[in-house]
């Protein structure tokens, strides 16, 4: 009789453990799932990519976080240079295609120019450095073959980018501010 007790206590005392494991096991997976949005389905709450469009998620959830679209309504483009822009200090060279441009700050601005090809877009990011006194700082390849580099001189201060283009076009992207 003895014996018989000793299997049930030990039975009993597996089963507590498999209960225990099974609730824990839930409870954890419950801890993973993604949190229900305003429509109680999981994943679909207010989260937005940067550029603002829903559905733009992280990589585990298999949807695209940079999608590579026309913003719909987004900020137009701009290709008149404002008044305020240092067109002296910054110069571009002849002929030069301006996809968007506009001022941050009183003392900062943005400059994408567009080139059709790569060699143009050489030889634009060489004309912007010689013509306005640029010292190249810092410069690195970036993962896309594109560029990324420093600019200053004694009156500004520039981050610049190349980004090539499926097509074969290359963007030149230029952050300008100030110097002190």
């Known amino acids: 009789?003895?014996?018989?007790?000793?299997?049930?206590g030990r039975s009993a005392q597996r089963t507590a453990?498999?209960?225990?494991?099974?609730?824990?096991?839930?409870?954890?997976?419950?801890?993973?799932?993604?949190?229900?949005?305003?429509?109680?389905?999981p994943g679909t709450g207010d989260d937005k990519s940067l550029d603002g469009a829903p559905g733009a998620g992280?990589?585990?959830?298999g949807e695209e976080s940079w999608p590579e679209r026309e913003p719909e309504?987004?900020?137009?483009?701009?290709?008149?240079?404002p008044a305020s822009f240092p067109s002296d200090d910054f110069i571009t060279g002849p002929d030069a295609t301006v996809d968007?441009?506009?001022?941050r700050t009183p003392d900062s601005w943005f400059l994408v120019l567009r080139a059709e090809t790569a060699e143009d877009a050489d030889a634009r990011w060489q004309t912007v450095i010689d013509a306005s006194g640029f010292t190249v700082v810092d410069e690195h390849?970036?993962?896309?073959?594109?560029?990324?580099?420093r600019f200053t001189n004694e009156r500004l201060i520039v981050d610049a980018l190349?980004?090539?283009?499926?097509?074969?076009?290359?963007?030149?992207?230029?952050?300008?501010?100030?110097?002190?």
């Open 58 to 61: 992280s990589a585990e959830s």
């Open 141 to 149: 390849t970036t993962a896309d073959g594109g560029v990324s580099a």
């Open 1 to 8: 009789m003895m014996r018989r007790i000793g299997e049930r």
């Open 100 to 103: 968007d441009v506009g001022e």
């Open 17 to 41: 453990i498999g209960a225990a494991l099974a609730v824990g096991l839930l409870l954890s997976a419950a801890a993973c799932a993604p949190e229900p949005g305003p429509t109680g389905v």
């Open 73 to 81: 309504g987004g900020t137009p483009k701009h290709t008149e240079v």
């Open 162 to 180: 190349t980004l090539p283009q499926p097509d074969g076009g290359v963007l030149l992207s230029y952050d300008i501010e100030r110097a002190g």
